[in-house]
C-alpha cells in the first residue's frame, strides 16, 4: 500500500530535549516536505527537499532541521524544542512540488 | 512569496444546499492551484488541482473549481453538499518556477441535516 508513515504519532516533551520525528514514504517520490499546522494559520512549510542531499527552507525554517540522506526518508529534527513549536505536524511526498502531494497521518507534538 | 487568503473561515450549510469557498491569491506570475480536504482526525488529501489547460476543473465527488486569472481566484464549489463533506478545506498555491507551497488558512464546511 503507498503511504507515507510517521513516528511518533503523538509526543509530549520539555523545553530543550532535542527530538526526532521520522517520515518515510514508498512511493520512490523525490519531493518530500514538513509543514506545521496551526489553528487559523492553516498549514505553513518548514521544510522540503527536491531529492537526496537537497533540502531548502520553507516559510517557518526557524528551530528545525532536517536531512535527506536516503530517498524514502526526511527526518525533521527540533535541537531544542520551545513551548511554541507545539503545533501538529505533517510530512508529504510527492513527484515534483507541483504533483499531488500524499499527507502522513500527522504528528501531534507537545512542548511544556 | 505568495499568499493564499481564504475569505471565509466558517461555513455552516444545509444538506443538498450548494456551498462556495473562496480562495484567492498573490502572484504577478504563473502558478499552479490546489484544494486539499482534510476530514476529522485524518490528514489532508488532494481534491483537485489546477496547472494548465481548461479553467474549470472537476473532482470525482462532485466539486468543481474554476481558475480565474484576471481576479486572482480559485474559487471551490458544489452544487449539492451531503453530510459527508464535513471537512476543512484548504487552498494552496505555488509558483511554477518554484518548489514551494503556500498553503491558506482553511475553511471548516459543516453539513446539516
Known amino acids: 500500500e503507498a503511504q507515507v508513515t510517521q513516528n511518533p504519532r503523538y509526543l509530549i516533551t520539555v523545553t530543550g530535549k532535542k527530538l526526532t520525528v521520522t517520515c518515510s514514504q514508498n512511493m520512490n517520490h523525490e519531493y518530500m516536505s514538513w509543514y506545521r499546522q496551526d489553528p487559523g494559520l492553516g498549514l505553513r512549510q518548514i521544510y522540503y527537499s527536491m531529492n537526496v542531499e537537497v533540502t531548502d527552507k520553507g516559510d517557518v525554517p526557524e528551530g528545525y532541521k532536517v536531512s535527506r540522506k536516503e530517498k524514502r526518508n526526511f527526518p525533521l529534527i527540533l535541537e531544542s524544542p520551545s513551548p511554541n513549536q507545539t503545533s501538529l505536524y505533517f510530512c508529504?511526498?510527492?513527484?515534483?512540488?507541483?504533483?499531488?502531494?500524499?499527507f502522513g497521518p500527522g504528528t501531534r507534538l507537545t512542548v511544556l | 512569496a505568495q499568499s493564499v487568503t481564504q475569505l471565509d473561515s466558517q461555513v455552516p450549510v444545509f444538506e443538498e444546499a450548494p456551498v462556495e469557498l473562496r480562495c484567492n491569491y498573490s502572484s504577478s506570475v504563473s502558478v499552479y492551484l490546489f484544494w486539499y480536504v482534510q476530514y476529522p482526525n485524518q490528514g489532508l488529501q488532494l481534491l483537485l488541482k489546477y496547472l494548465s489547460g481548461s479553467t474549470l476543473v472537476e473532482s470525482i465527488n462532485g466539486f468543481e473549481a474554476e481558475f480565474n486569472k484576471s481576479q486572482t481566484s480559485f474559487h471551490l464549489r458544489k452544487p449539492s453538499v451531503h453530510i459527508s463533506d464535513t471537512a476543512e478545506y484548504f487552498c494552496?498555491?505555488?509558483?511554477?518556477?518554484?518548489?514551494?507551497?503556500?498553503f491558506g488558512a482553511g475553511t471548516t464546511v459543516t453539513v446539516r441535516a
Open positions: 494552496a498555491v505555488s509558483l511554477n518556477n518554484d518548489y514551494k507551497l503556500s
Open positions: 508529504a511526498s510527492s513527484w515534483q512540488a507541483t504533483d499531488t502531494q500524499y
